[in-house]
């Protein structure tokens, strides 16, 4: 650390965990190929305004978080890594972010380092970093302002304080339009107290106005052009998306209040170890200002997420850089005081944690095997097999050597993302990612005249493989139910005493493709009403049908 340039590791870990593997592997479903197909539908339609899902109104999020997809798109091709690359952004900046705010907080070239780094190999947001959806990039807009929030709290010249104050503003207009309102609301759950205990109240009534205004300024003009197109956008958005979500009782993913406890702990990986030290640590300096900012950083949104009945794991993703920051502190504060033994444990649970993962393997291999027995499957699970490896022997390089070597666990995740999608079995790969079994018969596809699926996940890879929005649902609607009450959407959704008629309609003007998952008793009910005929593939739990064109 003393001999390279920190910003040359981060950048280079950058290169190999987040963009190496961006396209080693398919879409995974549902997320990847709807956040895919949306996007993919703003360049094909040019309506960057109102999102739309396979040509029907899909109103669960605002619209940027598109835009930077569509962009990738755009830019690198509507490819596995166009799609991808917005995520992997965005989660650079945050990386980047932990190191300029940890310089600020404590100018010491080693716990800048290590907090970058630690954030950049924290498990669920090295994971995310190479899945396409909207957190990576609403996680970077929250933690770009709380870092804004700070800078304009500890700047010294007018000058740097109001462009922290605008800067504040611009995150969260774009984490508002990326996500919704609680952009707004978790800067304010933060800055509120810590204003109050360091008496500054009279600053905040000073210059969060400039805050708030510049945030309406840049909002606005998506704001009126939304409700100019699809009045109805607000009502849904607002009392679907944040009231019923945060307290019905029949909100998507309910869980109980405790469920982000065990999540936050699991979300540190590799660097669980020191989260008893840490929190340690952090109480016995509980007084000064920045250790207190970022506890309130931490705990608030933590607690505020905790209240709401949905709840999803990548929910907590705003409250790791806090975490990394002051997991970076303890850490070289043990190292600089010679302390080895949190850092030892660290690296042993790790050890014991790849340990068990590869014993579990082996045995799930010998009496219920896992991988087949082609060279394909084999690959792959070689592939697992040095992601183990890898990990084992980082973790313990890091418990023989913890004062020279505490970083390697960096290198064990790292190996762990870029290769472990790579080495899925066939029984995840070909049922999860079903953009790659639509590509391989894209040319038939190509030339048919209609499409037709009964899953969401699976129509919408069609959809973007294709770059054809219009798929009918067959007895499916999922989260689609809203948009297709709409006229205009009605015919997109096909019942199954419906489809014999549907298919027999469409033959007449050219040939049917007609993707089906066929896992579940409904689904295999669904299949059964489907014509004999046509040309078949399988793979996994998927068949893809080629209907001809009738005579």
């Known amino acids: 650390m003393t001999r390279l340039n920190p910003l040359h590791l981060l950048l280079l870990a950058f290169a190999a965990f987040y963009l190496l593997p961006l396209g080693m592997h398919g879409l995974w479903i549902p997320d990847e190929t709807r956040y895919g197909q949306v996007s993919q539908e703003m360049l094909l339609t040019g309506n960057w305004v109102a999102p739309h899902f396979m040509g029907i109104r899909y109103f669960e999020k605002p619209a ?59 498990g669920l947001v090295a994971g995310q970093a190479g899945y396409s959806n909207l957190d990576p990039q609403f996680t970077f807009w929250v933690n770009l302002s709380l870092v804004a929030l700070w800078f304009a709290l500890d700047s010294r010249t007018p000058r740097g304080r109001l462009g922290a104050w605008a800067l504040l503003g611009v995150a969260c207009a774009m984490g508002f339009m990326t996500k919704g309102f609680l952009a707004w609301a978790l800067p304010v759950l933060i800055a509120v107290p810590y204003m109050l205990w360091q008496r500054r109240a009279g600053e905040l009534l000073r210059y969060g106005p400039l805050a708030i205004g510049v945030a309406v300024l840049v909002c606005l003009p998506w704001v009126l052009a939304i409700h100019k197109q699809e009045p109805d956008f607000w009502r849904f958005f607002f009392w679907n998306e944040h009231i019923r979500r ?12 405790w469920f982000f406890l065990p999540i936050i702990a699991v979300s540190s ?37 905790s209240l709401s009945n949905g709840k999803l794991p990548t929910y907590i993703m705003p409250c790791l850089l806090p975490l990394a920051l002051l997991m970076g502190h303890t850490l070289i504060d043990l190292v600089s005081a010679g302390r080895t033994r949190a850092i030892s444990l660290n690296g042993l649970l790790n050890f014991v944690i790849g340990l068990a993962a590869m014993i579990g393997l082996i045995y799930l291999q010998i009496a219920k095997p896992v991988y087949g027995n082609s060279h394909a499957e084999m690959f792959s699970l070689s592939l697992t097999f040095i992601v183990l490896l890898v990990w084992i022997l980082a973790n313990l390089l890091q418990v023989m050597r913890p004062l020279t070597l505490w970083a390697m666990p960096a290198l064990g995740i790292g190996m762990l993302v870029m290769l472990l999608p790579a080495g899925m079995p066939a029984q995840i790969a070909d049922n999860e990612m079903p953009d790659q079994f639509v590509l391989e018969h894209l040319d038939e596809l190509q030339h048919t005249h209609a499409l037709l699926s009964n899953e969401l996940g699976s129509a919408s890879a069609l959809s973007w493989r294709l770059q054809r929005p219009e798929v009918t649902l067959y007895d499916t609607e ?3 139910r809203y948009g297709l009450q709409y006229a205009g959407a009605m015919h997109r959704k096909v019942e199954v005493d419906q489809v014999q008629g549907w298919l027999n309609e469409a033959r007449q003007h050219g040939s049917v493709g007609v993707l089906m998952r066929v896992n579940s008793t409904s689904e295999m009910r669904e299949a059964e009403q489907l014509p004999l005929g046509g ?11 080629i209907y001809p064109q009738l005579p």
């Open 535 to 545: 040309t078949r593939y399988s793979k996994g739990y998927l068949q893809l049908i």
């Open 64 to 122: 940027a978080g598109y835009w930077l997809i569509a962009l990738g798109q755009a830019v690198f091709g509507q490819n596995l890594f166009g799609v991808r690359i917005a995520s992997a952004l965005t989660t650079g900046l945050s990386v980047l972010l932990a190191y300029l705010i940890a310089r600020r907080l404590w100018n010491d070239p080693r716990k800048s380092f290590a907090c970058a780094l630690l954030y950049l190999s924290f």
């Open 478 to 480: 999922g989260e689609l």
């Open 246 to 257: 945060f307290s019905a009782d029949n909100a998507q993913h309910v869980r109980p209040w």
């Open 269 to 305: 990986l590799p660097w669980m170890g020191l989260l008893p030290r840490t929190l340690h640590k952090t109480w016995q300096e509980k007084r000064q200002p920045a250790i207190t900012f970022l506890a309130l950083w931490l705990l608030l949104p933590l607690g505020f997420f």
